[in-house]
């Protein structure tokens, strides 16, 4: 299993390794499709836990079977799932908060698999977890009890459809396959469509709280712009076209004015904090860390005083500590360099006051396990950071433990 974003768990039974394909016909793997039937969807409540930490959640496991047609034997193929919300006639995006699992040009919700080859009249016989999603990073349009659809996409990696709130012209790009589901979901938080002028106000107030983040070393570089307004554009594209050119203007001259107000120092990181927990959902919170995250990464270092200042955010935010050291560690595991960071080991490990001594030393267990596994990741710059945090998880048992 491998994490994503909040704790996402996909599955790699599938479509990942060849051998899977090649089954004995004992009811596991993949099979020749003789009675297997079309590709279908479903969806299961699941509770998940991320082993790093012991953070538990609710999520929606996606479950597929079924014939995945293709033309050729060993036929290169992507995953794409889409979610919706509404009646078939007036469907609308559900939005994520977790950029891993976004659009490239929106929020809305988009998982893609990484290509693989499939052979030839092979299907999946029984139902098959690949990805569970944690609720708390799905946003949807309103409150209350939803019609949620879900439609999962194999298509061809060289010639991927163009997707725009998950929606496709019919024209781009090749699919080989399609399957939907729909089923009730009950939403308990505010959705993008609830309250419009809190979620305007938690939408200008987002890149203002991230410009504090990029701008605590003392000035705003170009890394940390060019994320911000990425995250901007896709921002406004969930304003309905005919306002947008509008709305645009005022995002822009709104976050002029609080570029201004950082980089000479008028404002105070504290007052705009205040200012979101009085307008933004649990979700549009998230959305704020995850930027803020995004900009302290975005020069590929990490700085003592960006931990200090997003440990802050996240503590007024009331973000659940837990949840936000996974966020973390997720950003410090791709970075090349950790500076000065590397020399604060509460900061690097999570280690808060609080703790008792057995706290410490069961954190630091679990630490230990987490980084041992990444020493032959894939990814280079996570073997490498593998390596240093072991030195650093060794430094801490020698200092905390003996």
């Known amino acids: 299993m491998v994490e994503i974003g909040i704790g996402i768990v996909v599955c790699l039974f599938v479509l990942g390794l060849i051998g899977h394909f090649a089954g004995d016909g004992d009811g596991g793997g993949v099979i020749e499709t003789g009675g297997v039937g079309e590709l279908a969807v479903r969806v299961k409540d699941t509770v998940e836990t991320n082993e790093s930490n012991g953070y538990t959640y609710p999520a929606l496991a996606i479950q597929v079977k079924g014939h995945i047609p293709v033309p050729h034997d060993a036929c290169p193929v992507a995953l794409r799932l889409h979610i919706f919300d509404g009646p078939q006639d007036d469907m609308k995006p559900v939005l994520c908060t977790i950029e891993d699992l976004q659009e490239q040009h929106t929020q809305a919700f988009e998982w893609r698999g990484d290509p693989c080859p499939i052979p030839f009249h092979n299907g999946i016989p029984n139902w098959e977890t690949f990805i569970s999603i944690p609720r708390e990073v799905l946003v949807f349009p309103a409150r209350g009890e939803r019609r ?95 306002d947008r050119k509008e709305e645009k203007e005022a995002f822009r001259q709104q976050v002029n004015a609080a570029y201004k107000r950082v980089t000479a120092g008028d404002a105070n990181v504290g007052e705009v904090i205040a200012r979101m927990n009085g307008v933004a959902s649990l979700q549009e919170k998230y959305e704020a860390l995850e930027l803020c995250m995004d900009v302290m990464a975005a020069d590929g ?60 030393k069961r954190h630091l267990t679990a630490e230990y396990r987490k980084w041992n596994s990444r020493v032959s990741h894939s990814d280079e710059k996570v073997r490498e950071r593998a390596k240093q945090m072991l030195l650093v998880i060794g430094e801490a048992r020698a200092k905390y433990v003996g």
């Not at 009950?186 to 939408?203: H, I, K, T, V």
């Not at 410009?211 to 060019?226: F, I, N, Q, W, Y």
């Not at 007024?316 to 560690?329: A, F, G, N, V, W």
């Open 301 to 360: 270092k990490a700085e003592a005083s960006e931990m200090k200042i997003l440990d802050r955010i996240s503590r007024m935010l009331q973000i659940d500590p837990k949840t936000y050291h996974s966020l973390r560690e997720q950003r410090i595991a791709k970075l090349s360099d950790v500076g000065e960071v590397a020399g604060n080991l509460n900061t690097m490990l999570g280690l808060t006051p609080d703790m008792s001594p057995e706290d410490v």
């Open 148 to 242: 949620v659809s879900f439609q999962f996409c194999v298509v061809a990696p060289t010639d991927v459809p163009r997707f725009q709130f998950g929606f496709t012209d019919g024209t781009t790009g090749t699919t080989y396959a399609m399957a939907h589901c729909t089923r009730s979901v009950s939403n308990e938080d505010e959705g993008y469509q609830d309250g419009p002028e809190n979620r305007r106000a938690a939408l200008y107030v987002t890149p203002e709280l991230a410009l504090h983040v990029a701008a605590v070393g003392g000035s705003v570089g170009k890394d940390e712009t060019r994320v911000i307004k990425d995250w901007m554009r896709k921002a406004m594209a969930m304003v309905p076209e005919e």
